[in-house]
């Protein structure tokens, strides 16, 4: 694995990481030229869609500068090619044979979507979210508390990742979170690996048991897994209730676990797939490139530059971002973003577009006076909405809701994010808590 050595400085692989964008993207132009020559060999789902959009070979597609031209790859073409031909589809490029784990999906929208993995898919992984478990302060040797399971989720690559930076792992789990805290006082991890979601259940669970958060000897908390470790209020809250860093990172299971990891400067997630896999920033709505600059978003569509089971060309991730490429004060010159909700949960009202995690995140500023979780309730169902947007805020312990805390998040949330909405108060534990991930939308009271 490459910047693994035994010596190492403040970044894990400074030749890929202080890299300049413009010779990053000279050496991808190579990889990506062999990875193109791959898929018209050996992945019979690429040739033919390839050729259904009028590139008939190698030298039709091009080099890296023409990518933009080539069609986009979507999660519900990896499903069906799956479904027609199970278990891989027409999608397996590798030789049955090399394919040394299979993940799958969690299969909430129909039949699991299985990932075949080869060594070489596995170790380009561990390298990836290597550089970015450093980025975030885990170093040899460190007691590292996990509360991910190995699972069938790609997750579960996570903990070989742990292997490999020789970090002194203690994997709980999901699930049980008696057993975290007694693992805590015992064992007393310096980091704390979860989603932000359950750090936020955490630090409520701990207080109502009368165990101050801040006692646990806890130095770091990783984030993965959803947004929301990167809004200012909600980070503030739970650095303060630790007494911790939190650095956020991010993947996206098709492409890569941990592409994205945030440094010590807290500016963003650094990109940490340099040379194995290329990003590009869209436009969603029209699916047109939007330029790199300096707090543009946009969707992540991501292109594997070297991979073979499963190679991905052009991938929507539905993530949007914004993204950041101004000089990081840590050293890294790779991009950064953070990200500001997933697409599938864009509400649109009146025109205006409002992610749900954005709307949490002005609430969250009224924290002491709000619990932190949130529901939006759309009237009806698809994106468009009308105004005035239902909202349910749930209030701390033993509180009662007052009109004027209603009226004051509605009107920040108007100044800040220009959408209308109509706050209910409700009362401490009423939005269900989650170990994983939180959901945002309430679908049951809208119409069709
Ligand atoms: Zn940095």
Redesign the pocket.
């Known amino acids: 694995m490459d910047g693994m050595a035994a010596e190492r400085g403040p970044i894990l692989a400074p030749e890929v990481e202080t890299r300049s964008p413009e010779d990053q993207f000279a050496r991808d132009r190579d990889t990506y030229r062999r990875q193109v020559a791959y898929l018209f060999e050996r992945s019979p789902f690429y040739a033919d869609k390839l050729c259904a959009a009028g590139f008939a070979d190698a030298a039709v597609v091009g080099g890296l500068d023409d990518l933009p031209a080539l069609p986009f790859t979507e999660k519900d073409e990896i499903r069906a090619t799956q479904a027609e031909a199970p278990p891989f589809g027409r999608h397996l490029a590798a030789d049955p044979a090399t394919v040394v784990r299979v993940f799958s999906t969690s299969g909430t929208t129909g039949d699991p979507c299985y990932m075949p993995v080869t060594r070489r898919d596995l170790d380009s992984w561990i390298t990836m979210s290597s550089r970015s478990y450093y980025?975030g302060g885990l170093r040899p040797g460190m007691r590292v508390v996990s509360t991910y399971n190995a699972g069938p989720f790609v997750a579960g690559a996570a903990l070989d990742t742990l292997a490999a930076l020789g970090v002194c792992h203690i994997p709980v789990g999901t699930g049980n979170t008696a057993r975290l805290v007694r693992a805590m006082q015992l064992i007393r991890p310096e980091a704390l690996l979860c989603t932000p979601s359950y750090a936020a259940y955490l630090a409520e669970h701990l207080t109502a048991q009368g165990i101050a958060p801040d006692g646990l000897g806890l130095r770091r908390i990783c984030v993965a897994g959803e947004p929301g470790g990167g809004e200012a209020a909600t980070r503030a809250r739970l650095e303060a209730a630790f007494g911790v860093k939190l650095c956020e990172a991010m993947g996206i299971g098709d492409v890569s676990i941990s592409l994205w990891g945030e440094?010590d400067?807290q500016?963003g997630m650094?990109f940490n797939g340099g040379d194995h896999v290329h990003v590009e920033l869209i436009d969603p709505a029209t699916g047109q490139p939007v330029e790199k600059r300096d707090g543009a978003t946009g969707e992540l569509v991501y292109t594997a530059l070297t991979r073979e089971a499963a190679p991905l060309l052009r991938f929507r991730s539905r993530d949007h971002v914004v993204w950041h490429s101004s000089r990081?004060?840590?050293g890294?010159t790779t991009p950064?973003v953070r990200c500001i909700g997933r697409t599938d949960d864009l509400l649109i009202v009146r025109g205006v577009n409002v992610f749900p995690s954005a709307i949490r995140d002005v609430v969250a500023t009224f924290a002491p006076r709000v619990a932190g979780p949130i529901l939006v309730r759309p009237t009806k169902r698809g994106v468009a909405q009308e105004p005035p947007l239902p909202v349910d805020v749930e209030l701390p312990p033993d509180t009662a809701g007052d009109p004027a805390l209603a009226e004051a998040i509605e009107k920040a949330v108007r100044a800040k994010l220009i959408v209308s909405l109509r706050v209910s108060l409700v009362p401490h534990g009423s939005i269900a808590r989650s170990e994983y991930k939180t959901k945002l939308i309430d679908l049951s009271g809208a119409t069709t």
Request: glycine share 0%; net charge positive.
């Open positions: 980025a440094c400067a500016a650094h990081c004060e840590c890294r950064r």
